[in-house]
């Protein structure tokens, strides 16, 4: 969906104007263009489905009615699997879809379940109907062919999703999607602080430098492996290295080198000035949180937006607390559900997935009293009952709010992660 790059001198006729436009001049060429690509997405979608022999939205509405939909997700938080007996009672009220929540520790074991299931010659009737994937999980699925689909442009409210301001809900960790999982929600690298502390945060890796030599001790980041700390290199690495090309393709001893040279160089200045002087990383990063609540440190980081916002509703972070990202962009991924290929209940899978991306579903998820996972929609598409129930859910924001989006950043290709995270506990680990 990349616009092609102009190679010819326009003609006289259609000269640009001299005056650069307005800001919101800007931002209605910006949503008519998002608008335009969304229609031709659909447009696309739709030509495909034409074109194929797959049944009708109407014929898998009716087709799911009365399925039972396992969906094997992972368990471990509360608000979570609360928001997913919610869509269990949506469902079943509207479409006569049983949902159950299959929980999970870990969905690579539902994945070898599925994997040797097929293997077993069980191409129907399979025990998972939905999963919750992303990233790896993902692309070993889609390489060994064990997804049904393509199915996610088909689902009518796909057309809602921001694919052009949200480019990862169509590519995953460096992995097309290509219609085999649909988008669920948005994860982004985020940082907060308390303005009564710190009212002018840094706003990129150098800048973050800076402030941790003003005021030493007051800053740091989780030890990696810690999915934080891991996170945290790699965004470095991103903002290191102004052509990503090398980062987006499987990681060889060269490119490693090449890249990771800037990102060891920052480090080797930055630690001195961190918390415990750079001898010692936090485990965890609710430590840092804690810290950021008892004042002893500057800034906390999350890969939710709307984490400091929760926080502030709990009462553990004071209302002047503010999350920001660095303003060229911070590291982000889009979350996704999927249906295995032998599925019992493909259409009901659709159904649930198709309701999960509604404006209904997306805006109760996005409201932090219930989960506060941000949307994948454009918000600015929806129609006005979409938008009502978007804003009635940021109502319950009370503080800690994201000052101003920043763009996502892709993810590196998944195989520089292990060898980041060996490099670094070889170079720093105590």
């Known amino acids: 969906m990349t616009p092609r790059t102009p190679t010819a001198t326009p003609a006289k006729s259609l000269a640009l104007p001299s005056r650069a436009p307005s800001a919101s001049r800007r931002r209605a060429l910006t949503v008519a263009i998002s608008a335009a690509v969304a229609c031709l997405v659909a447009l696309n979608s739709y030509k495909a489905h ?79 109907d939905l999963l919750w994937i992303n990233g790896e999980n993902f692309a070993t699925l889609k390489r060994e062919g064990l997804l049904f689909g393509p199915f996610a442009q088909s689902l009518p409210n796909f057309a809602l999703v921001d694919t052009v301001g949200k480019p990862t809900t169509l590519k995953d960790f460096g992995e097309t999607t290509d219609g085999l999982e649909s988008p669920w929600g948005m994860a982004q690298l985020s940082f907060y602080a308390d303005k009564q502390l710190l009212p002018t945060p840094p706003r990129n890796a150098a800048e973050l430098a800076a402030l941790a030599a003003q005021q030493p001790g007051r800053i740091t980041y989780p030890r990696p492996p810690e999915f934080h700390g891991t996170t945290f290199l790699k965004q470095l690495l991103l903002e290191l290295n102004p052509d990503r090309t090398a980062l987006d393709r499987p990681v060889t001893d060269a490119a490693f080198a090449a890249a990771t040279k800037p990102l060891w160089a920052y480090l080797d200045a930055l630690h001195p000035h961190l918390w415990r002087g750079g001898k010692q990383f936090p485990s965890r990063v609710a430590q840092i949180a804690q810290g950021v609540s008892d004042r002893s440190l500057l800034l906390g980081l999350t890969f939710n937006p709307s984490e400091a916002s929760a926080e502030v509703a709990a009462g553990t972070l004071p209302t002047s607390t503010y999350t920001y990202q660095h303003t060229g962009g911070t590291i982000g991924n889009t979350h996704f559900v ?51 129930a978007f804003a009635k859910a940021a109502a319950s924001n009370k503080g800690g709010a994201l000052i101003t989006p920043a763009p996502t950043l892709g993810e590196p290709h998944a195989s520089w992660v292990a060898a980041l995270e060996q490099e670094w506990t070889q170079r720093y680990a105590q």
């Open 338 to 388: 999927a249906i295995p290929k032998n599925a019992n209940a493909p259409q009901g899978a659709q159904v649930v997935a198709n309701f999960l991306l509604s404006p209904m579903a997306q805006a109760h998820k996005s409201d932090i009293r219930v989960w506060g996972d941000p949307t994948v929609l454009d918000t600015e598409r929806l129609d006005s009952a979409g938008k009502a």
């Open 50 to 128: 034409a074109a194929s022999d797959a049944p009708s939205w109407a014929e898998v509405e009716k087709a799911a009615n009365g399925q039972t939909v396992y969906f094997n997700a992972w368990g471990g938080g509360e608000r979570i699997n609360s928001y997913l007996r919610w869509v269990a009672q949506q469902v079943d009220v509207q479409y006569g879809v049983k949902l159950v929540h299959v929980k999970v520790a870990d969905i690579s074991e539902t994945i070898g379940r599925v994997r040797s299931e097929i293997a077993a010659g069980k191409q129907t009737g399979g025990s998972a």
